[in-house]
């Protein structure tokens, strides 16, 4: 849900630019491979430039998937109003019951994101802006500008949505560090020019991409163009899988939709995929498939992933398999027990076709091997 909807077919090539020298990923990713050559003054300039600040790492909150109460206050008219692509920060506060029921309030910012979403619903989708001093020795201690990720329409089937992609996050998770955390949160919307409450709905708080780096020892690389030989092979071939896993077609990592790229020290590039809610796990009944791909459901899977070592395939059909029951576990737990035990049951269905194909070597060499992209 993090960000708007765009077809394949729309994604363009970019490029940044640093210190006035333009890099495309081209250079960047042949400078990398290259790291024993001498330096061109290109890449001495990207050396000496600024370092980017440290981010913090969202502190304990992320380290229990209980979910947390909390009530998020604001001018809501204003903010559901803010339709803009660069939307102004408002005045906003974080609210949960401390340990003796006295409410704990954190002063914030917030500011609506994305394309598709901000224009259809109800509660747009939000970035949150916290300063430290705010947070400390709160729950939210470590959080920085995390995005909260709410209901599109106030009714229970779009509550149901959001806590079955927060689920898929969870199994990202439980395959690769290299993934974002979420939480699940119970938020009361409140407007502060009315002081009424609009709704109370299951949303979840997800971690940036730049603590996200930071964790596995990374940066954000923003930059598109990357094809299958730039990326590390065992990780570009666990993001096609995850997801065939889930049944998303909706995104590219060439054209960073749905997706990141991070970089080691090491010049080594690792794929990050996001942003599920318009995959066949979830169902989403406004979820819809790209008209030029060969499929017309999003319950149809599709092989988009990149190709790769035909070994690392076969590490990640064993990691899915390791998995398994950790994964079914998630449907049981606190969080799990939050959805309607229908969705529940016809989610493991549709993850039980999965493991069909993969321990089945004809279908996974048919579905995946040949399928996947060069």
Excluded at 18 to 35: E, I, M, N
Excluded at 79 to 93: H, L, M, Q, V
Aim: positive net charge.
């Amino acid at each position: 849900m993090p960000t708007g909807k765009t077809g394949a077919g729309q994604l363009r090539a970019g490029r940044v630019v640093v210190k006035c020298v333009t890099v495309t990923v081209a250079f960047l990713l042949a400078a990398s491979q290259h790291g024993s050559a001498q330096a061109s003054p290109d890449q001495a300039n990207l050396a000496s430039a600024p370092k980017v600040k440290k981010p913090r790492t969202g502190g304990v909150f992320f380290e229990t998937h209980e979910p947390l109460a909390l009530t998020f206050t604001t001018n809501l008219r204003r903010i559901r109003g803010d339709k803009a692509d660069k939307a102004p920060w408002r005045s906003a506060t974080l609210s949960y019951a401390g340990p003796d029921g006295t409410p704990v309030v954190v002063p914030a910012l917030a500011r609506t994101r994305g394309i598709w979403r901000l224009k259809t619903c109800e509660i747009p989708p939000i970035r949150l802006n916290l300063t430290s001093e705010a947070t400390k020795g709160t729950l939210l201690d470590g959080l920085d500008k995390p995005k909260l990720v709410s209901f599109c329409r106030n009714d229970d089937s779009y509550e149901q949505y959001v806590l079955q992609e927060l689920q898929l996050y969870r199994i990202y998770a439980l395959l690769t560090p290299m993934s974002h955390r979420a939480r699940a949160v119970r938020v009361t919307y409140a407007d502060s020019a009315s002081g009424k409450p609009f709704a109370t709905r299951h949303a979840f708080v997800m971690d940036e991409p730049d603590v996200m780096a930071a964790r596995n020892n990374a940066q954000v690389l923003n930059l598109t163009g990357a094809r299958a030989h730039d990326l590390e092979s065992y990780h570009s071939a666990l993001v096609g899988v995850f997801q065939y896993f889930i049944g998303n077609t909706d995104y590219s990592i060439n054209g960073l939709h749905n997706a990141e790229l991070l970089q080691s020290a090491e010049g080594v590039i690792y794929p990050v995929a996001y942003d599920f809610d318009f995959s066949g796990a979830v169902n989403a009944r406004y979820a819809t498939v790209d008209p030029s791909l060969s499929v017309r459901q999003v319950r149809d899977r599709l092989m988009r992933g990149y190709c790769a070592e035909p070994d690392d395939f076969a590490k990640v059909f064993a990691l899915f398999n390791s998995k398994k029951e950790a994964i079914w576990a998630l449907y049981s737990d606190p969080v799990g027990k939050l959805l309607n035990r229908r969705v529940v049951d016809d989610t493991l269905r549709f993850f039980e076709g999965f493991y069909e194909t993969i321990n089945d070597p004809r279908r996974a060499k048919k579905e995946i091997l040949d399928a996947c992209r060069r």
